[in-house]
């Protein structure tokens, strides 16, 4: 069974979040949930999610992915976290995958994992980054070797469909779609 940690920061983006660990989890992945901080995680509209563990306590996971779903000023804590920068770099290092959607790609930048890489973003969020060879593509969810990327909220379930697909298959994929009747 794949392993994925998705960490939340206050101000997180609900429907991303939301709909990564929801369908991760309906493909049978074990998706641990972690707050940046003990207790309750307050969302960008207000939604309170209680994470399973404190991100402290999720350090040691053995973990297949990372994801990282954005929303302001959620996507800018994970940013300033030296501890997800650190996940960012060993998973990398470690040939795993590295995920993020919409405001979140910035983290994975400033971590330095999107040179030479084609990536997507919400638009405007990697305008300033001064990035070697790092090519904007716009898509819905775009992969460049183990780094996935997404643009928003309105491709969260592309996003985490995608990410079954790479974690788990095709066929994995299809059947939790189609329970989704989408």
Do not use: W
Request: aromatic share 4%.
């Amino acid at each position: 069974m794949s392993k994925v940690l998705v960490p939340l920061a206050e101000g997180f983006e609900e429907l991303e979040a939301v709909t990564i660990i929801d369908l991760l989890r309906r493909a049978g992945i074990e998706v641990t949930v972690a707050g940046l901080q003990d207790g309750p995680v307050r969302g960008s509209r207000g939604t309170v999610i209680v994470p399973d563990d404190s991100l402290d306590m999720s350090m040691g996971g053995d973990y297949d992915m990372i994801v990282l779903p954005g929303g302001l000023p959620g996507a800018d804590h994970l940013n300033e976290d030296p501890r997800i920068d650190s996940l960012l770099r060993q998973l990398h290092a470690n040939d795993r995958y590295t995920a993020a959607i919409c405001a979140a790609p910035k983290v994975l930048a400033s971590a330095g994992l999107l040179q030479g890489r084609t990536v997507t973003a919400y638009p405007g969020v990697l305008d300033n980054a001064d990035i070697d060879d790092m090519v904007y593509d716009g898509g819905a969810v775009v992969q460049d070797g183990r780094v996935i990327t997404s643009r928003g909220p309105g491709t969260a379930m592309d996003f985490a469909l995608s990410l079954i697909a790479l974690l788990e298959g095709d066929a994995r994929r299809d059947e939790v779609e189609q329970g989704l009747v989408r």
